[in-house]
C-alpha cells in the first residue's frame, strides 16, 4: 500500500499581526477558521479526516511566541494530540522582527537565508518551544515559504531530526534552494527528503497536490496514481485554507475539495493514511530509486479545475 500523508501548515499570520491584529483575533482567522458563529480551521479539517478515519500531520509554527510569548501554543496543539494527529515543526522566520530579544542577528524572509550556525539556532529555539507546549519532539520539518537550503538540511541532520518536507519543485527557485529537488524522496546529507507530492497539469508544468491548487477530480487521480507505486503521497494545506483570502467567509468550494480528498484516501484499498512517525526512512529511501514518472497532464482535467477556480473566485473571493 501507498501511503498518504495530509500535512496541514498551522501558522498564525505575521501580515494580520502587522496590521494590528490581536493575537486572539489571529488565533481565530488562522488556526481557528472562525467565521461568526462557525469555524473551518483545525478543528473543521480534524473532524473531516476522523470521519473518514484519516491522520492529519499538523506543520505547527511555533515563531509567533516570540511576539506573543509561548503561552497560546499548548492549548493550540493539545486537541491535534489527544485526537491522534501528528505535530511536526514549521518555521516562518518573519516574526523575528517583533522579537524582544532575537536569537540570530538581521532579518530574512526564509531559514534559508541565515547561515547554517544561525539556522541551528533557529531550529532549536522552534523545537524546543514546540516540546515545551507538550508536543513530542518533532521528527518532520517543513520550512515555511518552502524556504530551505541545503544548510537548512545540514542543520536538522544536526539536530538529529530524521525528515525535511521542504521541496515543492512548482515553487520558485529563489525560494526552495535545496540542491537535490525531484518530486521522488531522496536522502540529503543523513536527512530524508520527502517532497509535496502533485502531478503534471500540463506538458512539463508541475502542479502541487495543495486543497487550493487540485480540483477533487485531479486529486483523486493522483492518489489513484499513487496506489500503483511505492513512494509516500505528501498532500498540502494549511489551517486557513478553507476560508477566503481575506479569511472572512468559508469557501465552499475547497472545504468540498478537502472532504472529497478524504473520502477518496478511505475508499482506496491501495492507500494508507500515515505520518511521518509511521514511515521508515530507509525504506522508504529504498524504494524510491524505482519511483514512478507523475501522473501525465490531461487537458480536460485541466481545464475543468480553471473554470471551477474561476467560479469560486467569484463566489468567495469578493469583496467583503
Known amino acids: 500500500m501507498a501511503e498518504v500523508l495530509v500535512t496541514i501548515d498551522t501558522e498564525l499570520s505575521s501580515r494580520l499581526h ?7 483575533d489571529n488565533l481565530d482567522r488562522s488556526i481557528a477558521g472562525r467565521v461568526g458563529d462557525a469555524a473551518y480551521g483545525v478543528g473543521w479539517q480534524m473532524d473531516e479526516l476522523e470521519r473518514a478515519g484519516l491522520k492529519g500531520v499538523f506543520f505547527v509554527d511555533p515563531m509567533p511566541a516570540l511576539a506573543h510569548g509561548p503561552d497560546f501554543l499548548a ?3 493539545a486537541p491535534m494530540l489527544s485526537r491522534g494527529h501528528e505535530v511536526q515543526l514549521h518555521i516562518h522566520t ?11 542577528g538581521g532579518l530574512r524572509r526564509n531559514i534559508g537565508d ?20 507538550g508536543a513530542p519532539r518533532p521528527t518532520a520539518f517543513r520550512a515555511g515559504n518552502y524556504g530551505a537550503d541545503d544548510r537548512t538540511l545540514a542543520a536538522l541532520a544536526t539536530l538529529g531530526m530524521t525528515w525535511d518536507s521542504s521541496v515543492n519543485i512548482g515553487c520558485p527557485d529563489d525560494s526552495c534552494r535545496i540542491s537535490r529537488k525531484t518530486h521522488a524522496p ?4 543523513g536527512v530524508a527528503e520527502l517532497p509535496v507530492s502533485g502531478l503534471l497539469d500540463r506538458p512539463g508544468h508541475f502542479r502541487p497536490a495543495q486543497i487550493c491548487a487540485l480540483s477533487a477530480w485531479e486529486m483523486r487521480a493522483a492518489l489513484r496514481h499513487a496506489a500503483t507505486g511505492d513512494d509516500p503521497f505528501v498532500i498540502v494545506t494549511h489551517s486557513f485554507e478553507m476560508l477566503s483570502r481575506d479569511r472572512r467567509r468559508p469557501n465552499r468550494m475547497v472545504m468540498r475539495r478537502f472532504r472529497a480528498m478524504c473520502e477518496a484516501i478511505a475508499a482506496h484499498p491501495g492507500l494508507r493514511s500515515a505520518g511521518f512517525r509511521d514511515l521508515d526512512p530507509v525504506a522508504v529511501l529504498a524504494k524510491a530509486k524505482a519511483a514512478k514518472p507523475l501522473l501525465a497532464a490531461n487537458r480536460v482535467r485541466t481545464a475543468g479545475r480553471m473554470v471551477e477556480q474561476a467560479i469560486a473566485t467569484a463566489l468567495y473571493e469578493r469583496a467583503a
Open 94 to 104: 518573519e516574526w523575528l522582527e517583533w522579537a524582544a530579544h532575537a536569537p540570530v
Open 18 to 24: 502587522r496590521h494590528g491584529a490581536s493575537l486572539a
Open 114 to 133: 541565515f547561515e547554517l550556525a544561525e539556522q541551528i539556532t533557529l531550529l532549536t529555539l522552534a523545537r524546543d518551544l514546540l516540546t515545551a507546549a
Open 186 to 189: 531522496v536522502d540529503v546529507g
Open 75 to 77: 492549548p493550540m496543539i
